[in-house]
T-cell receptor
Framework: EIVLTQSPATLSLSPGERATLSCRASQSVSSYLAWYQQKPGQAPRLLIY???NRATDIPARFSGSGSGTDFTLTISSLEPEDFAVYYCQLRSDWPPLYTFGQGTKLEIK | EVQLLESGGGLIQPGGSLRLSCAASGFTFAKYAMTWVRQAPGKGLEWVSAISGTGGSTYYADSVRGLFTISRDNSKNTLYLQMNSLRAEDTAVYYCAKDISQSYFGSGSRNWFDPWGQGTLVTVSS
């Protein structure tokens, strides 16, 4: 079973700052990785898929990078609405099973 | 506009059964894989199950395999999750979500899910 570890658990930043969130897999997952944003009381929303592709209507300030075991979600300049919990998710090739990381809470400093 | 509306949650005793539904609209339901994801109160996300557009392929997390069954009725644009032998640790909000593309679901495919419904709460307690 592949384990995803997200760091840090909590990230405290101010609007306008750059956020860098990390997701590390216990073994290579190629680029089968996605990032989701979840705000309190809301369903998650897909931000990035295949490690680096922005989902529909996602602002350009969100970007994803990485392959293999190390992945990064970068928010170039934080907007007030970006403070939320972020999850990475991997998909195993076969069988197609999914695993989430434990999440990173991005909070206002 | 894509809409997903879950229903069927509620309070159920340990060992009981429950069937969740996810009514879909705004897209050609039969052409998209679908998935269920759950979130225990105050906890992170846990993938539960997924199903191909035709319903011919189904996949489960180890934690629910043999206990839960995913299915779909493409004539009714509805996704289901039959949950049997429920345990306290199954208490969660259950979300359904749609594949972002009309791709096949199998080895080498890249299936990611969005949007999600608003979720339905299942509470397993005596």
């Amino acid at each position: 079973e592949i384990v995803l570890t997200q760091s840090p658990a909590t990230l405290s930043l101010s609007p306008g700052e750059r956020a860098t969130l990390s997701c590390r897999a216990s073994q290579s997952v190629s680029s089968y990785l996605a990032w989701y944003q979840q705000k309190p009381g809301q369903a998650p929303r897909l931000l990035i898929y295949d490690a680096s592709n922005r989902a529909t209507d996602i602002p350009a300030r969100f970007s994803g990078s990485g392959s293999g075991t190390d992945f990064t979600l970068t928010i170039s300049s934080l907007e007030p609405e970006d403070f939320a919990v972020y999850y990475c998710q991997l998909r195993s090739d076969w069988p197609p099973l999914y695993t989430f990381g434990q999440g990173t809470k991005l909070e206002i400093k | 506009e894509v809409q997903l509306l879950e229903s069927g949650g509620g309070l159920i005793q340990p060992g009981g059964s429950l069937r969740l539904s996810c009514a879909a609209s705004g897209f050609t339901f039969a052409k998209y894989a679908m998935t269920w994801v759950r979130q225990a109160p105050g906890k992170g996300l846990e993938w539960v199950s997924a199903i191909s557009g035709t319903g011919g392929s189904t996949y489960y997390a180890d934690s629910v395999r043999g206990l839960f069954t995913i299915s779909r009725d493409n004539s009714k644009n509805t996704l289901y999750l039959q949950m049997n032998s429920l345990r306290a640790e199954d208490t969660a909000v259950y979300y359904c979500a749609k594949d972002i593309s009309q791709s096949y679901f199998g080895s080498g495919s890249r299936n990611w899910f969005d949007p999600w419904g608003q979720g339905t709460l299942v509470t397993v307690s005596s």
